[in-house]
């Protein structure tokens, strides 16, 4: 139990809080059945393009379709409120608040232009609701066309720092993303604005997706902004027994997935709960044994295939590395990310994870930053991102899309031991000001399965609140 949120939301608390300087860990907006996607309306605006063709086309445009095909009342381009750069405020009724902003810097072709930030922004960041997001949109600078001029880069570069401070500025809940647009990518942003915008993305914020060409033909209507986007879908949880592994296997199965539960046999009684839970079937399963990626392998053929892998399971064996025993090191790493890769690269040798399959690893922010006395953990977690840079090019020239995701400090039963103060600090050091749920890391993981996340690829998403530990 987090006893310090709990004494900020009370009387005493909210009158102290704010006067102190102290964190202020407010409620989350996260997702909910029959939730709309934002606490109010969005509004859609951004810097004024100069003269000539976007080099991405109209995301400001394209954005504004897709948010309102979703359900949300969007202020903007092609959307109720017109120009949104010309008194969008006045859009907003009485004490209403918008639930939403997305800005589009795709026009921003030096930094000088990046300066129309402030009168695209500041009119409208006191007017945001409690729990709302800000989505910047912006070109990938490592993906522009050949002889684009320096100052292109160098002004689209600046957006990361840009998003990354707004995010630690907001509060109240709210987050901050950039969305970085590569060729092709307008088109397939949709699922990533939904969920940035949505309360399932509660515990993401100063993040960094880039969406290029899809790996694969988009779904389409209901297909792709429906509440069951996974219908017909086949998914492997792996450390599906307790905890995130668990989350993740209820989330896909509540979106439509059959889930295959797999886990040790020593949690065989609480993956057989879950399974029956999901829907679902377990597998008793150490991954790390050499008989594993035939007896997936089997598991998935019995279902047809598979569409979804979630590389879930993980071990801890924490130990400042003068202390730590090679055997200890070496279990680490190979339930952590040397039975990812095997398991992956059987799979797809074998054709059973095709076009427009996923695979989604789980690294960890101590991957990123580094912990004192988890050199072995850390190193493990960092092979994941290795594994994603290593496999997507492969598999997305098969139609498969290979991406993480990389929790911060997440309540669990394992971080429930944790010694006190280190705990409080795992969730104060992030501009959220506390810890996330599992859900939030299943959440992440759920949206990179989707069949219309086809343009996020090789990627790597913090699911940490914006911790104020690593890049």
Not at 133 to 149: E, I, K, M
Request: hydrophobic share 45%.
């Amino acid at each position: 139990m987090d006893r310090y949120a709990a004494f900020a939301r009370s009387g005493l608390g909210r009158r102290l809080v704010p006067g102190l300087g102290l964190p202020d860990p407010v409620p989350l907006r996260r997702d909910a059945p029959g939730a709309p996607l934002a606490p109010g309306p969005v509004l859609v605006t951004g810097l004024v393009p100069p003269d000539g063709a976007p080099l991405v086309g109209d995301a400001a445009g394209v954005a504004a379709a897709e948010l309102a095909a979703a359900g949300a009342r969007v202020v903007g381009p092609d959307g109720a409120g017109g120009d949104a750069t010309a008194g969008a405020a006045g859009a907003v009724a009485g004490d209403e608040r918008w639930g939403g902003l997305v800005v589009d810097a795709t026009a921003a072709a030096s930094p000088a232009d990046l300066v129309g930030l402030v009168g695209a922004c500041t009119p409208h960041l006191r007017r945001l609701a409690r729990g709302a997001h800000v989505v910047v949109l912006g070109l990938d600078p490592d993906r522009l066309p050949a002889g684009s001029p320096a100052a292109v880069r160098v002004a689209q570069r600046a957006l990361e720092g840009f998003t990354r401070s707004l995010g630690k500025e907001v509060g109240g809940g709210r987050t901050v993303q950039l969305v970085l647009l590569a060729e092709g990518g307008v088109g397939a942003m949709g699922s990533t604005l939904r969920f940035l915008l949505s309360g399932r993305s509660a515990f993401v914020s100063g993040q960094v997706v880039r969406v290029g060409a899809p790996v694969h033909d988009l779904p389409s209507g209901e297909d792709a902004r429906g509440p069951r986007p996974l219908a017909g879908r086949r998914a492997v949880v792996t450390g599906a027994a307790r905890g995130i592994g668990a989350a993740v296997a209820q989330l896909l199965g509540a979106r439509g997935a059959h889930v295959v539960c797999v886990d040790v046999p020593a949690a065989a009684g609480d993956l057989a709960a879950t399974a029956r839970a999901v829907g679902g079937e377990p597998l008793v399963l150490d991954i790390t044994s050499d008989l594993a990626p035939g007896r997936l392998a089997e598991a998935c053929e019995r279902l047809g295939g598979v569409d979804v892998v979630v590389h879930n399971a993980g071990i801890t064996r924490d130990r400042r590395l003068r202390n730590m025993r090679p055997d200890a090191f070496a279990a680490v790493l190979d339930v952590n990310v040397g039975a990812p890769l095997r398991l992956t690269e059987h799979l797809l040798g074998a054709g059973l994870l095709g076009r427009g399959g996923r695979v989604v690893g789980v690294s960890s922010l101590a991957g990123i930053a580094g912990n004192d006395g988890q050199t072995s953990y850390a190193a493990s977690k960092a092979g994941v991102i290795g594994l994603v840079d290593a496999l997507a090019p492969r598999a997305a020239a098969a139609g498969t899309t290979v991406n993480a995701v990389a929790p911060g400090f997440i309540e669990t039963r394992m971080t429930a031991t944790v010694p006190p103060l280190t705990r409080q600090l795992g969730r104060r050091l992030a501009s959220l000001g506390q810890g996330g749920l599992p859900v939030d890391v299943a959440e992440a993981i759920a949206w990179f399965a989707e069949p219309a996340t086809a343009g996020v690829h090789g990627q790597v998403l913090r699911v940490c609140g914006q911790s104020l530990l690593g890049a």
